[in-house]
């Protein structure tokens, strides 16, 4: 981030600033199993993708983000996911899950910072997918951008960030949320590997 963006973007860097670590040891676990060398490879990093984004589901229909993201239900890609799946003829796992439900506000900005970011590394994943003859119609259709450009929707999505009034203890609980959501899917990682 430059300075500017810091200036302008205050909450987005203290999220950012908090979750690096967090960051890059998800990311070095996530391409230390070589995800792109072959299909089953592939399949282990969606499976670890779908334990993570069926739990954060609920969130995108959830009334309180929706007064602050207005377009937050089509930004949800969990079906596009379910899609990649069936592709490879993969079971998909069903049932209740609304645990996020009950958050606040402030934690379920957290959760779906660490969500939405993960859309910026998708873009850097989505070059490798070649490889394996993957496509936004086949096996990797979860890792395409929205219609409007992955920089238009995170703009958004920052300034919305930015907008909601927020007390300093409730922006302590937002960047917990974000912390608590990256060890989530740090445990959907190790968890996918374990079983592996
Ligand atoms: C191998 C896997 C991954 C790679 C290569 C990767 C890479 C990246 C890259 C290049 C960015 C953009 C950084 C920038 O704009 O300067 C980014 C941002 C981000 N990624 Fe990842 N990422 C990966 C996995 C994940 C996962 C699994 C999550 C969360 C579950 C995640 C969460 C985020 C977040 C929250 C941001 C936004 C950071 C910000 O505030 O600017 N990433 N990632």
């Not at 490889?131 to 958004?156: C, H, I, Q, T, V």
């Amino acid at each position: 981030m430059t300075n500017i963006v810091k200036q302008q973007y205050p909450r987005m860097t203290k999220l950012r600033s908090v979750t690096t670590d967090s960051h890059q040891s998800l990311d070095d676990k996530v391409m230390s199993f070589k995800p792109f060398d072959s299909n089953e490879n592939y399949i282990k990093f969606l499976n670890f993708q779908y334990r993570l984004m069926a739990k954060v589901a609920p969130l995108y229909q959830s009334k309180q983000l929706i007064s602050v993201f207005n377009d937050l239900t089509s930004r949800c890609r969990l079906d596009y996911l379910k899609q990649d799946l069936i592709d490879f003829k993969q079971s998909i796992s069903t049932g209740e899950n609304n645990e996020l439900n009950a958050l606040s506000l402030p934690a379920a900005i957290g959760w779906l910072y660490v969500i939405e970011g993960s859309k910026l590394g998708a873009a850097v994943l989505a070059k490798q997918v070649g490889k394996l003859d993957l496509s936004d119609e086949f096996g990797a259709r979860f890792l395409a951008g929205p219609g409007n450009g992955r920089g238009n929707a995170w703009r958004e999505f920052m300034k919305s960030v930015e907008s909601v009034n927020l007390s300093e203890q409730e922006e302590e609980t937002m960047l917990e949320g974000a912390l608590n959501a990256f060890n989530f899917a740090h445990t959907c990682i190790d968890n996918g590997l374990e079983q592996a």
